[in-house]
């Protein structure tokens, strides 16, 4: 049986550990770990996946700004375990994470990641959207997602850490 909890109940190392072998050696060139680097991610939105001890899973969101003031969240990472990876481990997370982050007031989330994976939970392409991300990122990428119906109109300009 897997249960999400807070990060806060699990191991730091473990986690780490979780993290590079499902990113596996891109890890490190990743658009948003790259844009991440010296932040802290938002505690009270960061989950994991227990599975008993192991930790299999993990989901974080990163406080951002848009333009001068709109207050919003990036994701990410979130990463299942390898051996772990296809029985929706991922798809909890990623609805967990996403119904905290509405229920703490965020109307909007940044991705860069998966469409694929992250159609499937709402995020679209930011194509016709002013916005842009300080390091270079495939458009097919860069995706957002509305927690409130149309504060997608709001994301306009350049995205920073806030
Ligand atoms: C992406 C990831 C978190 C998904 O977790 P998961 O527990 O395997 O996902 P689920 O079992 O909930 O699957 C959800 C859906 O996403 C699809 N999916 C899973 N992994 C995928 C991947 N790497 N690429 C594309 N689609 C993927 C599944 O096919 C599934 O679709 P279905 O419901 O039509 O079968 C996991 O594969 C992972 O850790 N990948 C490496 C790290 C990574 O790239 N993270 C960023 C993703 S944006």
Not at 66 to 74: A, W, Y
Not at 100 to 105: C, E, L
Not at 113 to 124: A, M, N, R, T
Request: glycine share 10%.
């Amino acid at each position: 049986m897997i249960s999400i909890v807070s990060e806060s109940q699990g191991i730091k190392s473990q986690i780490e550990l979780l993290l590079n072998s499902s990113f596996g050696e891109k890890r490190k060139t990743l658009p948003s770990q790259k844009f991440r680097k010296g932040s802290k991610p938002i505690q009270n939105l960061s989950f994991i996946a227990m599975k008993e001890e192991l930790v299999v899973g993990v989901i974080r969101f990163t406080k951002i700004s848009i333009g001068n003031e709109f207050t919003c969240l990036l994701l990410g990472p979130i990463a299942v375990l390898p051996e772990y990876q296809g029985i929706k481990i991922g798809s909890s997370l990623m609805k967990h994470g996403l119904k905290a982050a509405k229920d703490a007031g965020y109307e909007l989330v940044v991705a860069i990641g998966d469409p694929e994976f992250l159609g499937d939970f709402g995020f679209i392409s930011i194509e016709g959207k002013e916005l842009t991300f300080p390091i270079f990122v495939d458009k097919n990428r860069f995706l957002i997602k509305e927690l409130i119906e149309g504060s997608s109109k709001l994301a306009k300009g350049k995205i920073k850490l806030a």
